[in-house]
């Protein structure tokens, strides 16, 4: 071995898998977080719902409370979290 | 004794009576016993039965201290138009005065019980004019000095006054020689009689009348002619410096003069009289001469003619704003001729020793006066901000600032680790500078662009010098210009602890699951949004390393739900030990270049063209990495192909591993292309600004159309303004353009019977 690799620091970066750049109730940028939040990432993290639409965590959980039937904001089918993720 | 009235002979009481007030007046010999029962006479003269003789003693009262005034000033008259006039007027007063004060404790019993009662009430002094009634009684006290000044300094006022004058007149010469006490009693006695009639309650003004007209008068315009004389004089015979200097001492000597001789309400008056006379006059000639003392920094006269100008209203502008040129001038001539390599040192570290120069003269020199500093804050900010001069009106845009540039430079070389060796205070210190700096700079949002650039690239490579000075620096400028500002810096922060927590996570992943990635790996994940980073072009990476690929990412969605990992290999850098070299070698090097290297493995020598198939990256990343490989000289290229522009690669040049390398050092990093901003990057930079700028104006301009509904065209740019100082000062061709992209996707429209007022499109 003419070379050898004795450490490797790579760099990464890392996006939401949305089918949306923005959030369908705060209008806000995936990228960054939901009204009620400063600091986006770990701490105002997206969910999916099996219908394949995509909201910040805070602001859907905001929605479904208040409402009386738990649907998705968009296509108004009945709202349960996605499992199985891409 | 009775203290019952009864029946007084009004002669024989009033002439003992009298024989006791000459007494008291000429303050001779009074014994203790007759003075004492000279109050029972005064008693009993006003409470006689079956008429009180009141009156009477009052009148005879008052035709005796007349008479004796009279006397007196037939004895001064000799004296008149002597300069001993004012000794012996002195003498007389002060006897005078001393005696009419025993007097009224002497008639303290009619002064209470019947001038008391006869005094006009307030109202009927305001409003009835009434004046001098006949018959209307004072205190004796009061009267005694109303009799003086009607009979006496009335009559020989003119005189007196001449003599005083005169006598300050010497005083101002220097002479020692003047009675001082002398002169102040007189000038105090114009001071005690003044008429209690004259005076309106509640109006300090009118209660010096007599002073004011007879003695403060004169004595104010015989000042100004004095020193109308005086400065012109000085003028012809000494320069402008030495005037100033002579000037403030006058004024100083004047203030003394004031203290020493007058009645403190004239203070004012007086130096405002010699002030006019000695500055005001000659304002023009003072400023004439600000430009020079400015520019050859003669500090003393700067604080002289500050001193001196001052008081006048607006007379310090014109010297303000000479000082403002002057910094302007000298700010931009410090970072006039500044050589490409250094511009940002040099910059920075000029406009700090400037403004440091004439923050202490405005400090010291100009009292830290707010026309000053405001005069300091505006000839920085021009400099800092100054993109050159329009050659000519209308001319085509003027190049960006590029302070920005320059000081976040500035900062980066302060906080990268470096030789330059500079303490922990030191740094500290410069970055305080920087950020003095920084306040005045108008497009803190391009600093901000290029700050997170370098920030990026200090904490992917872990260049930084210190961890706390980086974090200082940051929350030194969110004290500046606030968390909006530093929210991404300070996301970037945060992703570099929350790699490393990661990283020790996916070596417990490997462990447990018996893996290992053959490298020592280590990654950071960053969040895409908070930094200044494109994947800008495809890398494949060593086949060594994939496998390291590979098990992350499965670790890595194994623990986030939802997140694409995009991997950045034109940052990433790795470790390598040279094998084939006399010495072994451990060099740290970028992964595209260890990639190149990479494919030597097996042949030591391939063409341009092999090697860029092999590698499969863009022409540009391509001879960039490449050719930093080979200006160290970890690998050759044959010249024989390319004879004629012998360090240009071509597709048939032959690179060849050079198996003879040798470095003094054996453990060391060979920089890359990518460490220097490349003008592009420059560019874009400044794009992306300009994109930002544009989405903060729309921002802006909904967010306050929406709160007014309806606003005037003039009022919207002013509010914009407003909104977006602290960031960078927007053109108002750019406000305008924001306004017509709105209108166009109906946020706002013009409302329709204005042409210059837009409403909010709900």
Redesign the interface.
Known sequence: MKFKIKSWNSVAIWKWLANDDKCGICRAPFDGCCSDCKIPGDDCPLVWGVCSHCFHMHCIMKWLAAQQNQICPMCRQDWALKSDLP | MSLKPKKVDFTVTWNALKRTIEGVVTLSKVPRVEWNDRFTDVYSLCVAHPDPFTNQLYSETKEFLTRHVQSLREQIIQFENNSDLLKVYHEMWIKYSQGVSYLNKLYSYLNQQHVKKSKLSEADLTYGGIGDLPGHMVEIGELGLEIWRLEMLEKIKDNLIELVLEAIRIDRKGDSAVPTTVVNGVIQSFVAVEDPKLRVPGDPSTHLTFYEKSFEEPFLRDTGQYYQKEANKLIETCSVAEYMEKVIQKLHEEDMRARRYLHPTSYAKLSAECHRRLVTDHASLLHAECLQMVENDRRKDLANMYCLLKPLSGGLGFLADTVEQHIQNEGLDAIKSMKPETAHTDFVENMVVVQKKYKEIVSNIFNSDQLFLSALDKACTKVINWRGQASQPGQAKLPPCKSPELLAKYCDTLLKKSTKGFSEQEVDEKLNNSIMIFKYIEDKDVFQKFYARNLARRL?H?LSNSMDAEEGMINRLKQACGYEFTNKL??MF??VS?SNDLCNKFNDYLTSQNLTTG?????????????P?Q?NYPVQV?Q??EK??HIFETF?SKQ??????????H??????????TKRTY?ITMQ?LQ?SL??H??IQDSLSCKELQELTQLNDDAFTRHLQSLIDCKLLLASSKVSEVHPTELTADTIIE?NKNYSNKRSKFRISGAMQKETPQEVEHTFASVEEDRKIFIQAAIVRIIKSRKVIKHNVLIQEVLNLSYTRFSPTISIIKKCVETLIERQYLERTPNSTDEYSYVA
């Open positions: 992917i872990q300070h996301r945060t992703d929350v490298v020592g790996f280590s990654v950071q994940v960053l969040q895409a949004g908070a930094w980073l994947s060593p060594v390393l390291s690929v890595y986030f739900n939802g997140r694409k990992l995009t991997w950045l290999h940052l990433s850098t790795s470790d390598v030990k040279l094998n084939y451990f992964t260890l290297l990479t030597f493995e591993l």
